[in-house]
């Protein structure tokens, strides 16, 4: 699902980018800078912390980076449109999730740090980007960061929250296994008890031999074996007295 959202939305990036124009220069330093996210999707999984740190880099540079020119801008509408806006920047937020749902409580905090740091700085270059539509800078930096600050905090939560739910179902698998051990051994306990009983009821004097195997994962199985019949009695012998014969 997630390979999903980063293929539509590199898509959407791809088609809004050709409405804008910037320096050669600029053009590649934003492909790459645009890509690296994209590409940590890859192995956000394995390296959570690495992949956090190559997103929140490529994301300092496209915040920072010269806004795009309009060419041909419609009449009333906006000149110059920061490159944080195109839909690729989104592609942050998987890298967000992703250190907060699987890296330490530590480390998940200081991303958290680090994005709302990112937020603010983004909230500076956005407010100079629509101070031209519009007065009043601190109300502008106001609503911007109420947009900013909100989503990099739930983004964060949702991570923190699956981490939650995924230690939560290891804890009730380990526990489903040892109940599942503890019910296996009272099965044998009590299969051990029923024959030892059986055999004193039939109150015989023949030895009982026991085989024991170990059980694999569990417990230990204990299986009768039953021991040679002796050799017939000559017939000129006396029967015992009430003793039976195995």
């Given at each position: 699902m997630a390979f999903a959202f980063v293929v539509v939305l590199g898509s959407l990036s791809i088609s809004g980018a050709q409405g804008l124009h910037w320096s050669l220069v600029w053009v590649i330093v934003l492909i790459v800078a645009?890509?690296?996210?994209?590409?940590?999707?890859?192995?956000?999984?394995?390296w959570p912390e690495f992949a956090y740190a190559a997103a929140s880099v490529a994301m300092l540079v496209i915040v920072l980076a010269p806004d795009?020119?309009?060419p041909h801008p419609v009449s009333g509408g906006p000149s110059r449109i920061p490159a944080l806006f195109l839909p690729s920047s989104l592609v942050f937020l998987v890298a967000l999730f992703s250190v907060a749902a699987r890296a330490s409580t530590g480390r998940s905090r200081a991303a958290l740090v680090i994005a709302l740091a990112g937020a603010g700085i983004a909230t500076g270059t956005t407010a100079d980007s629509l101070r031209r539509f519009t007065t009043g800078g601190l109300l502008i930096k106001f609503y911007a960061f109420a947009g900013f600050g909100p989503i990099v905090l739930m983004t964060w939560n949702l991570g923190r929250l699956?981490?939650?739910?995924?230690?939560?179902?290891?804890?009730?698998?380990a526990e489903a296994a040892r109940l599942a051990?503890?019910?296996?051994?009272?099965?044998i306990a009590r299969e051990m008890h029923d024959i030892v009983r059986l055999r004193r009821g039939r109150k015989s004097a023949c030895p009982l031999k026991l085989v024991v195997a170990e059980f694999p994962g569990t417990s230990r199985t204990v299986v009768f074996e039953k021991p040679p019949s002796p050799a017939p009695a000559p017939s000129n012998a006396s029967p015992s007295n009430g003793n039976h014969s195995c």
């Open positions: 645009f890509a690296v996210p994209h590409l940590t999707a890859a192995f956000r999984r394995h795009g020119q309009v699956a981490l939650v739910r995924r230690q939560r179902a290891a804890t009730e698998r051990v503890l019910e296996e051994r009272a099965r």
